[in-house]
């Protein structure tokens, strides 16, 4: 079985077997069989494939030509198909191989003749002994057909609009999207080489469209096997420190080639694996946001898989098409990329992370929360907040109209609806403010904001805002529990009038980015009021005629919302992510460290200028004292 780090980054043999075969034409046919006898030995086989083709079409019927040409074109051959007849006459004559029967095996299962393959591993298993058969992996292979019977349709492969034959080192250009659901940060050779990586396992992160969760494939020292580690940003927009994901995905074999959908809840990656039908193939599994579970991988099928290598699924919800690359029709050093038509057509639950204040009352976090839907009885949630920080976490089935009823020592019960629409792949960020006026009123407001759209917050998300016919002018009255919603989520009465204004004029779409607008200059200008700091990991840095050439390969290669550079006239340095505190950026380069860019490093910035690292850190915690 090949492995597919080392096809990934097998460069083109720069030898012609065109001049190779001229050289053999002048040899007697002993001297060219012992030519390609060597380089079959040597497991060259793209060399040894043209001298036994000749070989084979003077002498026909030879059962060692046929017999070594057969697994030339299996193995390095584009079509897997034309090894078959070859091996056919080789496994007719006694004096064959035995293991002829092996080879047999993987062609029938290349070319999805499952039941034939079976057959041929089991006659080849009682020549070998049942003992021998896992050094030979039969069992697996045969576990392998079966599961290509059950997941491998090949009428779905019509599906398939386009196909492009790309490098192995250089596939994912071929990825062209305008909006995909992610990106994969791919580094150029002159910083693989910078950051000392292994030429066989260059660095690849990927990273979810709403930037907040990244995925990548590193070797696990517990499993000692590749495995899949997951980084997040907290509520507060900090990375996480890595983790590999449980072991629901991360099995025996190898997974490599994390990919996940926009908000990063749905993960594809490959494996050997799971229920592979053949080499790497493509499975998909859900993260639950509330148990912090996955559930079990799910082969992908047809047309993404085959019985040959698959992996590095990408899609598009919006551009409604979808990238996957596979070896299945190219020879080794080559891949093919693969585009068709795409349409996410799960319902993701409606995933929540939240927390509860009392205004007046900070140390009131326990609260008994219940949730129904569409104004039905049945409860579809039933938790009790956290008493510490007053936070919970709850998945709801889909979208709909939901009540949300708060019951607080000392408070009446308070109810109010909520309608989420049709996202079916964001995540919100929830705040339930709970007050008491001094004349003994009481009032609850909730806000909700979209994790997908940096902070954006729907104003349809927003219950306890009384819809009064005047809240087009700022003199609306709120309660206390109405304007600490609104500070949560970022709004403010001004924003609320006018997004009450241009709903009313029909142009709530207009409204609605004018406040992405002001509220990204917002929190932009707090954050630089604050402390005026950044913190970049910096990747790579290059002198003189090299630099232009790897920026311009970078920025191909890269996500450009987290790559940065700074040109200081002698050295050009490229950096990834842009933190507001030291933390998180300590946990970015972890991740980078952990996924292949040994040489990664922490750098500060203020106002734009490189600064010293120490300094940075001691004013940010000089600003954290003071707050």
């Excluded at 809840?265 to 494996?271: A, G, P, T």
């Excluded at 946001?289 to 699924?313: H, I, L």
């Excluded at 005629?545 to 450009?560: A, C, G, M, P």
């Amino acid at each position: 079985m090949k492995n597919i780090f080392v096809a990934l980054t097998l460069m083109l043999t720069s030898v012609c077997i065109s001049t190779e075969v001229s050289m053999a034409g002048g040899q007697s046919e002993h001297s060219r069989a012992k030519t390609a006898e060597k380089y079959f030995l040597a497991k060259q086989y793209e060399k040894a494939s043209p001298l036994y083709a000749q070989l084979v079409s003077s002498n026909p019927k030879n059962y060692k030509y046929n017999y070594y040409y057969g697994i030339c074109l299996l193995i390095a051959g584009k079509d897997k198909k034309e090894a078959i007849p070859y091996l056919e006459m080789a496994i007719q004559h006694p004096k064959t191989p035995e293991d002829v029967y092996y080879y047999m095996g993987r062609a029938m299962h290349f070319t999805y003749r499952f039941d034939e393959a079976n057959q041929l591993f089991v006659e080849f298993n009682k020549i070998i002994g049942v003992k021998n058969a896992g050094r030979w992996g039969t069992p697996q292979l045969m576990e392998m057909c079966n599961n290509g019977k059950q997941y491998l349709d090949t009428t779905k492969l019509a599906g398939i609009t386009e196909r492009a034959e790309a490098a192995a080192y250089d596939f994912y250009n071929k990825y062209v999207f305008n909006n995909p659901n992610g990106k994969l940060l791919s580094m150029p050779d002159e910083i693989i080489k910078s950051a000392n990586a292994s030429k066989d396992d260059g660095p690849t992160i990927f990273l979810s469209a709403n930037g907040r969760v990244m995925y990548y494939s590193a070797t696990n020292d517990e499993t000692a096997s590749r495995d899949i580690f997951r980084v997040e940003k907290d509520l507060d927009g900090s990375w996480g420190k890595p983790e590999a994901i449980d072991k629901m995905v991360n099995g025996s074999q190898d997974e490599l080639f994390p990919t996940c959908n926009s908000d990063g809840r749905i993960l594809y990656f490959s494996s050997r694996g799971h229920s592979s039908t053949g080499g790497f193939d493509l499975f998909k599994t859900y993260y639950n946001t509330v148990t912090k579970t996955w559930t079990q991988p799910e082969n992908m099928g047809s047309p993404y898989n085959s019985p040959d290598d698959d992996f590095c699924f990408v899609a598009s919800t919006q551009e409604q098409k979808a990238y996957f690359t596979s070896q299945r029709e190219t020879a080794p050093g080559l891949f093919t990329v693969y585009t068709m038509p795409y349409s996410n057509t799960e319902e993701l639950p409606v995933a929540i992370n939240g927390k509860f204040n009392c205004v007046g009352q900070p140390d009131l976090k326990a609260v008994h929360l219940t949730i129904t839907r569409n104004g039905d009885q049945n409860i579809v949630a039933d938790l009790m907040t956290n008493a510490t920080n007053g936070s919970y976490a709850v998945e709801l089935p889909g979208p709909g109209t939901y009540s949300f009823r708060v019951e607080a020592t000392g408070f009446q019960p308070h109810t109010e609806e909520i309608r989420f629409g049709e996202f079916s792949d964001n995540i919100y960020v929830q705040d339930i403010f709970l007050s008491r006026s001094v004349s003994g009123m009481e009032d609850m407001a909730i806000a909700n904001r979209r994790l997908t759209e940096s902070g954006y917050v729907d104003e349809s998300l927003m219950a306890g805002i009384e819809d009064d016919n005047d809240l087009s002018t700022t003199g609306v009255k709120y309660s206390e529990a109405q304007m600490a919603a609104m500070k949560a989520s970022g709004y403010t009465p001004e924003m609320i009038a006018e997004a009450k204004e241009n709903a009313k004029n029909k142009n709530a779409t207009n409204s609605n980015t004018s406040m992405t607008n002001m509220m990204a200059m917002n929190n932009a200008n707090m954050t630089a009021d604050l402390t005026g700091l950044v913190f970049k990991v910096q990747i790579g840095a290059f002198r003189k005629h090299s630099r232009e050439i790897v920026k311009q390969r970078l920025e191909r290669k890269t996500d450009k919302t987290m790559l940065t550079s700074f040109d200081d006239l002698s050295w050009l340095r490229f950096f990834m992510g842009g933190e507001n505190s030291y933390s998180s950026a300590k946990n970015l380069r972890d991740t980078l460290k952990q996924a292949g860019f040994d040489d990664a490093f922490i750098v500060a910035f203020k106002n734009n200028k490189p600064m010293r690292l120490n300094e940075a850190i001691q004013q940010v915690a000089a600003a954290n004292e003071n707050d």
